[in-house]
């Protein structure tokens, strides 16, 4: 920049004439006014009022390392200098993008060894359908287009995104989903399950797929795609009977399994991707989020070998963005993600401070508000409730959420609610000490929501 505004009312203003922010009421912000984030540190944040702020969603699920790793701004100098930018068109290549496609092959699960490089989650999710739908057709089954996700599920905000997700309130503003997405019921054993149990309910869950397959008929189904944990449906956590059985059930079919690592890939569920955690083998992993640890913008497909092979066979693949394998992404990626390994911080998440998350918001379950505790790893959501004991929601879904999250806010917590789910997704390399002191503030902003409607 080169001008300084004097304060945060005048910086509040120009955001207010110029700037339109993602899923935002317009109005609504405008007429609040924008918090201005200065700068950060680790796994906190400072505004220009100069508040420090604890930051419990790791930016959006990304920010894996922490804030202020000058390692990663000085790869990123160091590139820009020597090549700030080439495509990968043309029968060309970098140095940095090839190199970090060769790092992830050796991070990701046996057999992924390919992967086509775009610039965000969303991207990732809409290369991964014409991946697909090329694959189908260079086996000659080209009639098999249709994908099925779950209901409440985010793969994007892109139109191939958007309706690939299950997100209602999105598909409202526009004809949405397009023909050919179809959609199951999530894994949420806390409200769907009733009197079954959870392995139980995980297997009643995952054979929605076969008979929504079964209706549309196996040779019309080209893939099945989710979030090994739902992130910004709620953090559903699904029972272990889930996943081996949505395996199961692809291969019966003859459908390719589409794991959606955005938010659970490198390292958040202590594993390296969340398919690990449940024991599952896709055909394709999406990612992007920690890959960069939010540094910079990148993403990518992983998919694996047996899929590879057909795909040699289809000619010209026409499909492709200005910066697929952005050399300066690149780098910082691969410096990230060698960090995540030579540091040790996805084994610390499994084996140190992953449990002890899990362990101290196991305190919350005597709270009179919080009906359930889900979570792996440093991923984690408190069920905010009206009736504990029945598992009933508050009567306006979303409103008591939407008070707690206000004052996470007013506390200096960052906190995301969906629906009534309080979510939490710290930095990995968050300390004992710096999750004491976030969870001393949930339980502060809990307390306050109870207060609020008139339950302590």
Request: with cysteine; aromatic share 8%; hydrophobic share 40%.
């Given at each position: 920049?080169?001008?300084?505004?004097?304060?945060?009312?005048?910086?509040?203003?120009?955001?207010?004439?110029?700037?339109?922010?993602?899923?935002?009421?317009?109005?609504?912000?405008?007429?609040?006014?924008?918090?201005?984030?200065?700068?950060?540190?680790?796994?906190?944040?400072?505004?220009?009022?100069?508040?420090?702020?604890?930051?419990?969603?790791?930016?959006?699920?990304?920010?894996?390392?922490?804030?202020?790793?000058?390692?990663?701004?000085?790869?990123?100098?160091?590139?820009?200098?020597?090549?700030?930018?080439?495509?990968?068109?043309?029968?060309?290549?970098?140095?940095?993008?090839?190199?970090?496609?060769?790092?992830?092959?050796?991070?990701?699960?046996?057999?992924?060894?390919?992967?086509?490089?775009?610039?965000?989650?969303?991207?990732?999710?809409?290369?991964?359908?014409?991946?697909?739908?090329?694959?189908?057709?260079?086996?000659?089954?080209?009639?098999?287009?249709?994908?099925?996700?779950?209901?409440?599920?985010?793969?994007?905000?892109?139109?191939?995104?958007?309706?690939?997700?299950?997100?209602?309130?999105?598909?409202?503003?526009?004809?949405?989903?397009?023909?050919?997405?179809?959609?199951?019921?999530?894994?949420?054993?806390?409200?769907?399950?009733?009197?079954?149990?959870?392995?139980?309910?995980?297997?009643?869950?995952?054979?929605?797929?076969?008979?929504?397959?079964?209706?549309?008929?196996?040779?019309?189904?080209?893939?099945?795609?989710?979030?090994?944990?739902?992130?910004?449906?709620?953090?559903?956590?699904?029972?272990?009977?889930?996943?081996?059985?949505?395996?199961?059930?692809?291969?019966?079919?003859?459908?390719?399994?589409?794991?959606?690592?955005?938010?659970?890939?490198?390292?958040?569920?202590?594993?390296?991707?969340?398919?690990?955690?449940?024991?599952?083998?896709?055909?394709?992993?999406?990612?992007?989020?920690?890959?960069?640890?939010?540094?910079?913008?990148?993403?990518?497909?992983?998919?694996?070998?047996?899929?590879?092979?057909?795909?040699?066979?289809?000619?010209?693949?026409?499909?492709?963005?200005?910066?697929?394998?952005?050399?300066?992404?690149?780098?910082?990626?691969?410096?990230?993600?060698?960090?995540?390994?030579?540091?040790?911080?996805?084994?610390?998440?499994?084996?140190?401070?992953?449990?002890?998350?899990?362990?101290?918001?196991?305190?919350?379950?005597?709270?009179?508000?919080?009906?359930?505790?889900?979570?792996?790893?440093?991923?984690?959501?408190?069920?905010?409730?009206?009736?504990?004991?029945?598992?009933?929601?508050?009567?306006?879904?979303?409103?008591?959420?939407?008070?707690?999250?206000?004052?996470?806010?007013?506390?200096?917590?960052?906190?995301?609610?969906?629906?009534?789910a309080m979510l939490l997704s710290p930095p990995l390399v968050i300390t004992v000490e710096e999750v004491d002191a976030l969870l001393t503030k949930v339980r502060t902003c809990l307390d306050l929501t109870a207060k609020d409607i008139g339950v302590m």
């Amino acid at each position: 920049m080169n001008r300084t505004l004097n304060s945060t009312s005048q910086w509040q203003q120009e955001d207010r004439e110029h700037h339109l922010h993602p899923f935002s009421d317009i109005a609504q912000l405008s007429e609040k006014g924008v918090r201005v984030i200065t700068k950060a540190q680790g796994v906190y944040l400072w505004d220009s009022e100069g508040e420090k702020i604890i930051d419990g969603m790791a930016g959006l699920w990304c920010v894996n390392l922490c804030y202020g790793r000058k390692d990663l701004a000085e790869v990123a100098a160091k590139q820009m200098r020597e090549l700030a930018y080439y495509n990968t068109f043309f029968q060309t290549t970098t140095m940095p993008a090839t190199a970090l496609a060769t790092l992830l092959s050796q991070v990701t699960p046996d057999g992924m060894n390919n992967v086509f490089f775009g610039n965000s989650g969303s991207e990732s999710n809409d290369t991964a359908v014409r991946l697909v739908w090329r694959y189908w057709q260079t086996k000659g089954q080209p009639k098999k287009t249709v994908f099925i996700s779950r209901e409440n599920a985010y793969h994007g905000s892109t139109l191939a995104g958007a309706s690939l997700g299950g997100m209602s309130y999105m598909h409202e503003q526009g004809p949405l989903p397009f023909a050919g997405f179809e959609h199951i019921e999530q894994p949420h054993w806390y409200f769907n399950a009733g009197d079954l149990s959870p392995d139980e309910y995980g297997l009643l869950a995952a054979r929605k797929l076969e008979d929504k397959i079964l209706k549309l008929g196996a040779d019309s189904v080209a893939a099945f795609i989710a979030e090994p944990i739902q992130g910004a449906g709620g953090v559903i956590v699904p029972p272990d009977s889930y996943w081996p059985e949505i395996q199961r059930i692809c291969r019966q079919y003859d459908i390719l399994l589409v794991s959606d690592e955005v938010i659970c890939g490198f390292g958040r569920t202590g594993e390296w991707f969340g398919c690990q955690s449940f024991g599952f083998e896709p055909d394709l992993m999406t990612m992007a989020k920690g890959m960069s640890s939010g540094y910079i913008p990148i993403s990518g497909v992983m998919v694996h070998d047996r899929v590879v092979e057909v795909l040699k066979g289809s000619g010209d693949f026409n499909h492709g963005y200005t910066y697929s394998g952005h050399p300066v992404s690149a780098a910082v990626a691969h410096a990230n993600i060698a960090a995540l390994r030579d540091e040790g911080i996805v084994e610390r998440v499994k084996n140190d401070i992953g449990p002890y998350l899990q362990k101290r918001l196991q305190e919350f379950a005597d709270h009179p508000l919080v009906g359930q505790i889900r979570g792996r790893g440093l991923i984690a959501a408190l069920e905010l409730v009206k009736d504990k004991k029945n598992h009933q929601r508050f009567d306006k879904v979303g409103e008591v959420g939407a008070m707690c999250r206000n004052h996470c806010f007013e506390n200096n917590i960052i906190m995301r609610a969906t629906g009534d789910a309080m979510l939490l997704s710290p930095p990995l390399v968050i300390t004992v000490e710096e999750v004491d002191a976030l969870l001393t503030k949930v339980r502060t902003c809990l307390d306050l929501t109870a207060k609020d409607i008139g339950v302590m």
